[in-house]
Structures are given as structure tokens and as C-alpha cells.
Nanobody, 115 residues
Framework: QVQLVESGGGLVQAGGSLRLSCKAS????????MGWYRQAPGKQRELVAR???????NYADSVKGRFTISRDNAKNTLYLQMNSLKPEDTADYYC?????????WGQGTQVTVSS
């Protein structure tokens, strides 16, 4: 059984920063792609950023230049550094990992950016 646990969300003023973490635990041999998604109230879940096992990254246009995704394979942990936060970044953020060809999701962490 694999579990993903996110942390680092919270309330921040516009222009501020937060760092999200997502740690995987359980029966893990190797982790392929990892990513962060978010879902704002009344909206569909959307991709924020993804990182491959080779550390190639891609970002949503709305966060390019402000967010940075990274991974620590030794710790089975995924990160998202979020800078210059905007009120429109307010959402529940979910991590996703592909482990042995199965998709796993975290429970979500809430990010609220006040204007």
C-alpha cells in the first residue's frame, strides 16, 4: 500500500511564498512521473507542474516563472516552491505520483492567497 501525504499549505498574502511537500510511503520500488495539480472551488482539477524521472519539467502557463517543482528520490518526496503568489492561486493542491504504473494521489492541502 502506498500513501502520499502533503504538507505546507496555508494562508499567505499576495506576493508571498509557500513550499508544498508530498512524501510517499509504503511499498515503493521506483517512482516515475510526479506532479502537482490544483482545484479551485467550482472548477475542475488542473495541472500545475509535472516532473519526470529524468527531472524534465513542465508547468502551466499561469505559474511559469513563479513556481518550481523538484523531487528528492532518496526521500521519495516531491516539492513545489511557490513564489509571488496571487489570489487566483487559491485552491486545494494535490500531489500525484506514478509508481509501478499505478497512479496515486495525496489527500490535498489548502492554499489560500489573500489580496
Amino acid at each position: 500500500q502506498v500513501q502520499l501525504v502533503e504538507s505546507g499549505g496555508g494562508l499567505v498574502q499576495a506576493g508571498g511564498s509557500l513550499r508544498l511537500s508530498c512524501k510517499a510511503s509504503g511499498s515503493i520500488f521506483s517512482i516515475n512521473g510526479m506532479g502537482w495539480y490544483r482545484q479551485a472551488p467550482g472548477k475542475q482539477r488542473e495541472l500545475v507542474a509535472r516532473i519526470t524521472s529524468g527531472r524534465s519539467t513542465n508547468y502551466a502557463d499561469s505559474v511559469k516563472g513563479r513556481f518550481t517543482i523538484s523531487r528528492d528520490n532518496a526521500k521519495n518526496t516531491l516539492y513545489l516552491q511557490m513564489n509571488s503568489l496571487k489570489p487566483e492561486d487559491t485552491a486545494d493542491y494535490y500531489c500525484n505520483m506514478v509508481i509501478a504504473q499505478y497512479n496515486y494521489w495525496g489527500q490535498g492541502t489548502q492554499v489560500t492567497v489573500s489580496s
